[in-house]
């Protein structure tokens, strides 16, 4: 198990760093921001919003253009009780033709950081700021994402995880609603609609900037981090964990 998990972060290129790193997250993380309140956990979905429901909305959906030159929506993918989900940006060709999230190579290292967190790629839950993929994959607009934002909200409540990894700039930039460069979004704990985020790099870029791989899982660690803090802050509060 541990030269399997040794053998995937060498993958990622963070081998011989990441081995000094083999004790589990204790106590809570060294934060820039509070941990928020857990309110979406506690809300229930929009009324009379649930997965099936839902996903033919998202279907047939003709909120903006869009739907005019895709091939099929891409909902989401993944545990729907998961405490993790991941959030990226938009589907691109692959994605677009296959219905399913980050199936390209971006999506195989996704997969990777995936599994050096332990986990697996069915066991977390896997979305995107659009359901529709841009032209050319251009970055979606700012009314695109707005118009798709209730669709993410709503996988949000049902799925009530209890982090949240946005993945890449254009994606944490539209959650947070900021212009503010990557560089400093990273490294911090967010708060989307009461659910914690912390910011990593893409992974179309880190395939083109292998360096950067370390900085990713210094992201993903302040969300295991984190994690373990909430978890940590459920049990004292007595919530079901
Ligand atoms: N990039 C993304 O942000 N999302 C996908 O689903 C695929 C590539």
């Not at 000094?20 to 809570?28: F, I, L, R, V």
């Not at 032209?135 to 409540?157: G, H, I």
Request: hydrophobic share 35%; with cysteine; aromatic share 6%.
């Amino acid at each position: 198990m541990e030269s399997q998990r040794r053998a995937r972060l060498r993958r990622m290129g963070i081998d011989t760093w990441t081995l000094k790193d083999q004790s589990p997250p204790h106590g809570p993380p060294s934060l820039s921001a509070p941990l928020p309140a857990l309110s979406v956990t506690t809300e229930s979905p929009v009324e009379g919003t649930d997965w099936g429901p839902l996903e033919e909305r998202v279907r047939h959906c003709q909120r903006c253009p869009l739907h005019e030159t895709r091939t099929q929506t891409v909902f989401g993918i993944g545990d729907m009780n998961a405490r993790w989900m991941f959030i990226g940006e938009a589907p691109g060709e692959q994605e677009d033709l296959k219905g399913e999230p980050f199936v390209g190579r971006a999506g195989q290292l996704l997969d990777e950081m995936i599994k050096a967190l332990g986990l697996e790629r069915s066991s977390v839950y896997i979305a995107n700021v659009l359901k529709c993929r841009p032209p050319k994959n251009r970055d979606p607009l700012p009314f695109e994402a707005d118009a798709c934002e209730s669709y993410l909200v709503d996988q949000l409540r049902l799925v009530s995880p209890s982090i949240l990894v946005a993945v890449g700039r254009i994606a944490a930039q539209n959650l947070l609603k900021t212009t503010t460069p990557i560089g400093k979004l990273r490294g911090l704990v967010h708060n989307y609609h009461g659910i914690p985020l912390v910011v990593t790099y893409h992974p179309a870029y880190l395939l083109r900037a292998q360096t950067e791989k370390r900085r990713a899982w210094e992201d993903l660690k302040l969300a295991r981090q984190t994690l373990a803090g909430v978890t940590l802050k459920r049990a004292s509060d007595g919530l079901h964990l």
